[in-house]
């Protein structure tokens, strides 16, 4: 059986079998993994997870999607449809047995993969590593380094939590309907300690997002009223960076430097 895609919940499967044993070998699933899988779907990949991993629990928000999703799976004692968002997914409660962190995967809609990797973050002392179909683009955008144009507030943000890697490109044809774009599979690999050091996290952050808040213009002008003039000064002084330097140009350890003259 066959739904019709919903528009309104961002819906495209991915329907080719060759990209799908391949993002399952990308998965590098183990007996012992315990996988969160975001977007379940029809359970294609839901089942190839089963057969490679100990425990699968396949959140699906369409209730209607997730009765086939059960008929698909019926039998797999290692599958556990959860019928629900997954931004209100108790993620706490959901986990509270397992001791072992555990890998997400998904083909999540486009218009809600900040939100979603975010949500993610903020578990991530349960999570092992993320495996996320995302557009193109907006993966290039992640894994960006300093100096390059997709560089952003985001990559610093995706950066500081874990360690992106683009995976590889699946054609727009992968998938029903096609969606615009490309997609990429990223791996989002969750760090056991930040790669810098902080003493205000909040504000490092804020930092970050008012310098690319107006990229166009020089960090010291985008970070007025933020930072003092004579720190900023203080702070090009100190690391040899030109005053006139645009945000793009630093990275995380300049950023952290920054952070922490205000």
Same mark, same amino acid.
């Given at each position: 059986?066959?739904? $019709?895609?919903?528009?309104?919940l961002?819906?495209?499967?991915l329907?080719d %079998? =060759?990209?799908q044993?391949? /993002?399952? &070998?990308?998965?590098?699933?183990?007996?012992?993994? #315990?996988v !969160?899988?975001i977007g379940?779907?029809?359970?294609?990949?839901t089942?190839?997870?089963?057969?490679?991993?100990?425990?699968?629990? &396949?959140?699906?928000?369409?209730?209607?999607l997730?009765?086939?999703l059960r008929?698909?799976?019926?039998?797999?004692?290692?599958v556990?449809?959860?019928?629900?968002?997954?931004?209100? !997914?108790?993620? =706490?409660?959901?986990?509270?047995?397992?001791?072992?962190?555990?890998k997400?995967?998904?083909n999540? +809609?486009y218009?809600?993969t900040? +939100?979603?990797?975010?949500?993610?973050? %903020?578990?991530?002392q349960?999570?092992k590593?993320?495996?996320?179909m995302?557009?193109?683009?907006?993966?290039? #955008?992640?894994?960006?380094v &300093?100096?390059?144009?997709?560089?952003g507030?985001?990559?610093?943000?995706? =950066?500081?939590?874990?360690?992106?890697?683009i !995976?590889?490109?699946?054609?727009?044809?992968?998938?029903?309907?096609? +969606?615009?774009?490309?997609?990429c599979?990223?791996?989002? $690999?969750?760090?056991?300690?930040?790669?810098?050091?902080?003493?205000?996290?909040?504000?490092?952050?804020?930092?970050?997002?008012?310098?690319?808040n107006?990229?166009?213009?020089? !960090?010291?002008n985008?970070?007025?009223? /933020?930072i003092? +003039?004579?720190?900023?000064?203080?702070?090009? #002084?100190?690391?040899?960076?030109d005053?006139?330097?645009r945000?793009?140009?630093?990275n995380?350890?300049?950023f952290?430097?920054l952070?922490?003259?205000?």
């Amino acid at each position: 059986m066959r739904i $019709k895609p919903k528009k309104s919940l961002g819906q495209n499967f991915l329907t080719d %079998k =060759n990209i799908q044993r391949k /993002i399952i &070998a990308a998965y590098c699933l183990e007996t012992s993994d #315990r996988v !969160l899988e975001i977007g379940a779907g029809y359970g294609e990949i839901t089942k190839l997870i089963a057969g490679n991993a100990g425990f699968v629990y &396949a959140v699906e928000i369409d209730s209607q999607l997730c009765k086939v999703l059960r008929e698909n799976t019926n039998g797999l004692s290692n599958v556990e449809i959860i019928n629900e968002d997954i931004m209100k !997914l108790d993620f =706490n409660a959901s986990f509270k047995g397992v001791k072992n962190k555990i890998k997400v995967v998904g083909n999540i +809609p486009y218009y809600i993969t900040t +939100p979603i990797i975010e949500y993610l973050f %903020k578990h991530r002392q349960k999570i092992k590593t993320v495996f996320l179909m995302v557009q193109k683009e907006f993966a290039k #955008r992640i894994a960006a380094v &300093a100096g390059s144009k997709e560089y952003g507030s985001f990559s610093c943000f995706v =950066n500081y939590y874990s360690i992106p890697k683009i !995976l590889f490109v699946v054609k727009k044809n992968s998938f029903t309907p096609a +969606p615009k774009v490309d997609s990429c599979l990223l791996e989002l $690999k969750i760090r056991e300690s930040a790669p810098v050091k902080v003493k205000d996290e909040e504000l490092f952050f804020k930092v970050i997002r008012a310098g690319f808040n107006k990229r166009r213009k020089t !960090l010291r002008n985008s970070l007025e009223g /933020i930072i003092s +003039p004579d720190k900023l000064r203080e702070f090009f #002084r100190e690391n040899n960076i030109d005053s006139n330097v645009r945000p793009e140009r630093l990275n995380l350890i300049d950023f952290a430097r920054l952070a922490d003259k205000a």
